[in-house]
């Protein structure tokens, strides 16, 4: 197990603008606020979503879209750099009018109807790296 020691610096509270990408605007607030590494958490509800689910022994994603509307139960990530990139990595529950929830990693093309973000910048930056065992981009710690 590793791990690395992190403060807090600056915190925000944010909307998503109606109709955005979600993960595409959180790219971009990560971008706009000059954070490089941070963690979040947001709320809301989509108009689409688009989750992809690791297929672990395959090394690849799937790609799974769910036409709305859906209240976004629960909502967290981090930001990270990766090749000089900036890299926001979400995972997403949302559930339908009956309660029944799906999950998975945010992609782009989920539309937001509302959404409100909490986003905390940590020190010092940290960054990603291929990891040959998982086939996953990890944080180095």
Same mark, same amino acid.
């Given at each position: 197990?590793?791990?690395?020691?992190?403060?807090?610096?600056?915190?925000?509270? %944010?909307?998503?603008?109606?109709?955005?990408?979600?993960?595409?605007?959180?790219?971009? !607030?990560a971008k706009t606020?000059?954070?490089?590494?941070?963690?979040?958490?947001?709320?809301?509800?989509?108009?689409?979503? %688009? !989750?992809?689910?690791?297929?672990?022994?395959?090394?690849?994603?799937?790609?799974?879209?769910?036409?709305?509307?859906?209240?976004?139960?629960?909502?967290?990530?981090?930001?990270a750099t990766f090749?000089?990139?900036?890299?926001?990595?979400?995972?997403?529950?949302?559930?339908?009018?009956?309660?029944? %929830?799906?999950?998975?990693?945010?992609?782009?093309?989920?539309?937001?109807?509302? %959404?409100?973000?909490?986003?905390?910048?940590?020190?010092?930056?940290?960054?990603?790296?291929?990891?040959? !065992?998982?086939?996953?981009? !990890?944080?180095?710690?």
């Open positions: 197990m590793n791990w690395l020691e992190v403060k807090g610096q600056r915190e925000f509270l %944010c909307n998503i603008p109606y109709d955005s990408d979600l993960l595409l605007s959180l790219k971009e !607030l606020l000059k954070i490089k590494s941070g963690i979040f958490t947001f709320i809301g509800a989509l108009k689409t979503a %688009c !989750l992809f689910y690791y297929i672990q022994n395959e090394k690849k994603f799937e790609k799974n879209v769910f036409d709305g509307p859906f209240e976004i139960v629960s909502g967290m990530g981090n930001i090749e000089g990139d900036t890299v926001v990595h979400a995972h997403l529950v949302i559930a339908d009018r009956k309660g029944n %929830c799906y999950g998975g990693h945010l992609t782009e093309g989920s539309k937001v109807f509302a %959404c409100e973000v909490y986003l905390k910048e940590l020190s010092p930056a940290v960054a990603r790296k291929y990891d040959a !065992l998982t086939g996953l981009n !990890l944080l180095v710690l």
